[in-house]
């Protein structure tokens, strides 16, 4: 059966474009999630087109075999890697910016674009599409699958926040266009909001249209170390209600902002006495159009920072502040390369911040686990590294993180998605009747549960 359908696929996608069996190259049998084991698809078919999407699927469906949706594979959660006897179907080559409207202030992009590429074609207008998640490989149809944040959040939201329409296929085959060029709406459920976020499991997004913004001219960089974590955590509300958000709101602990300095070869030039006491850093950047304006932010910033107990308030150069930006985005890699066992990028509240920080730090201690903190506190999220290679320890590690999380309000994951790696923490901690609802959402995109089952849901 499974022959029949390659078969059937040969003839309405490019041959060329499609891997099967032994033929598949290794980077398809996994994403980048560290706890989820890889696993060797079907075949990989690299989609040119919509309509070559819509084929795929409906003889997929037709023939009862499961397809996972995927784009450049820098996914954290598992989301894109492959399920046994399934078809992956990658849109990493419809990786066209089909329109670049500056009237509507909006771009409108095939879904294998990558943020990267959209960025660079901006640029060069002075516009940006303001969601920077660490990893500019990734495309917006994956950003559109899990609700991407990143380092920018804190200022302009997450994607939900900046997609104004997608089209996308559902498992039948049917293309479905939702929203537009416009910016509000009182028509009906909202089908963009519903796929935005759903990993995949609803239907393969093939176009995003998204918002644009002029590109302000400056940034200015902050860093601050802190001996004492309650007196970091009460810098956030301050500095994010303060009369303009900043760009960036990043938390480091010492180690981890040496490691991630280290590893792009970058002298923070912070004096021995301040690095033996600091426990952990705020990373601050703040834009602007106005230098002047710019000036006051900073020392505004500053104020804050000094009052409520940083060590010192270094201001950057423009050349640190970038290497400090690469620095932080490294954080996964240098986790990965130092044999971290999982990542968590569980959210609190914004209030929570310094109750979790220490939960952690307790639980770390009582199981013997080393975990360091890196993330967006601006937002609530800052993510956990675990090296801990028990497998019985490290689950229930993060099931107390999850718990706690959970309990002071917040939620499992802040912007990687649930994929397989969280699947069974959220099917613990989540409301059942949300899970029930969200089951018959499920139903009625995908009837027959073809469509990257297993994943977020089970
Ligand atoms: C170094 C590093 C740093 C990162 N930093 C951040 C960060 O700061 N913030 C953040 O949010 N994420 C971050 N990520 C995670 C990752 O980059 C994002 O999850 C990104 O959105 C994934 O995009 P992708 O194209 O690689 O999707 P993939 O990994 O290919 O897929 C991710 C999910 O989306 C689904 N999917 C992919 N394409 C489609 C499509 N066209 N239609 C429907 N479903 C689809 C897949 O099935 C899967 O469930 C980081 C990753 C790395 C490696």
Request: a negative charge; hydrophobic letters at 45%; proline letters at 4%.
């Amino acid at each position: 059966m499974f022959e029949a359908v390659i078969a059937e696929i040969l003839d309405v996608v490019d041959p060329a474009k499609v891997y099967v069996g032994a033929l598949i190259p290794e980077k398809y049998l996994h994403d980048e999630a560290l706890a989820v084991a890889p696993q060797r698809p079907l075949c990989v078919v690299l989609a040119k087109s919509d309509s070559e999407v819509s084929a795929v699927l409906r003889l997929a469906f037709e023939a009862n075999v499961p397809v996972v949706p995927r784009g450049s594979g820098t996914g954290l959660a598992g989301g894109a890697t492959p399920t046994e006897g399934s078809i992956v179907l990658s849109t990493e080559l419809m990786n066209t910016i089909l329109e670049i409207d500056q009237e509507n202030y909006t771009a409108t992009v095939e879904a294998g674009v990558t943020l990267e590429q959209l960025d660079d074609a901006l640029r060069s207008l002075e516009f940006v599409y303001p969601v920077f998640p660490g990893e500019l490989g990734s495309t917006l149809g994956g950003n559109v699958a899990t609700n991407a944040g990143g380092m920018r959040a804190v200022k302009y939201g997450v994607t939900r926040h900046q997609v104004l329409g997608v089209e996308f296929v559902l498992m039948d085959g049917t293309l479905v266009k939702s929203g537009g060029k416009y910016v509000k709406s009182s028509s009906g459920y909202d089908l963009t909001q519903l796929v935005i976020g759903s990993e995949g499991t609803l239907g393969i997004v093939t176009k995003v249209t998204v918002r644009i913004y002029p590109r302000p001219k400056h940034t200015v960089s902050l860093l601050a170390p802190f001996v004492n974590l309650v007196e970091l955590t009460a810098c956030v509300p301050k500095l994010i209600t303060s009369e303009n958000v900043p760009l960036v709101l990043e938390y480091m602990d010492a180690n981890g902002l040496y490691a991630m300095a280290k590893r792009v070869e970058m002298d923070l030039g912070i004096p021995a006495a301040v690095r033996e006491t600091a426990q952990a850093y705020l990373l601050v950047v703040l834009e602007g159009s106005d230098w002047d304006d710019l000036t006051n932010q900073k020392e505004h910033a500053a104020q804050i920072l000094i009052l409520q107990g940083a060590i010192e308030c270094y201001f950057l150069t423009d050349k640190q502040g970038e290497d400090l930006l690469l620095a932080r985005e490294s954080a996964f890699w240098v986790s990965k390369a130092a044999g971290a066992n999982d990542i968590v990028d569980a959210v609190v509240p914004r209030s929570e911040i310094a109750g979790f920080l220490k939960v952690v730090g307790v639980l770390a201690q009582r199981t013997n686990s080393y975990i360091s903190g890196a993330g967006h506190i601006g937002d609530g999220n800052v993510h956990f590294s675990i090296f801990q290679p028990d497998p019985e320890l490290l689950d229930e590690v993060q099931e107390e993180i999850f718990r706690y999380v959970v309990s002071v309000g917040g939620a499992v994951s802040a912007e990687h998605g649930i994929g397989i790696a969280k699947r069974n923490h959220f099917y613990e901690t989540e409301d059942a009747d949300n899970l029930e609802i969200m089951g018959r959402i499920k139903l009625a995109f995908d009837p027959k549960w073809l469509l990257n089952p297993g994943k977020m849901l089970k």
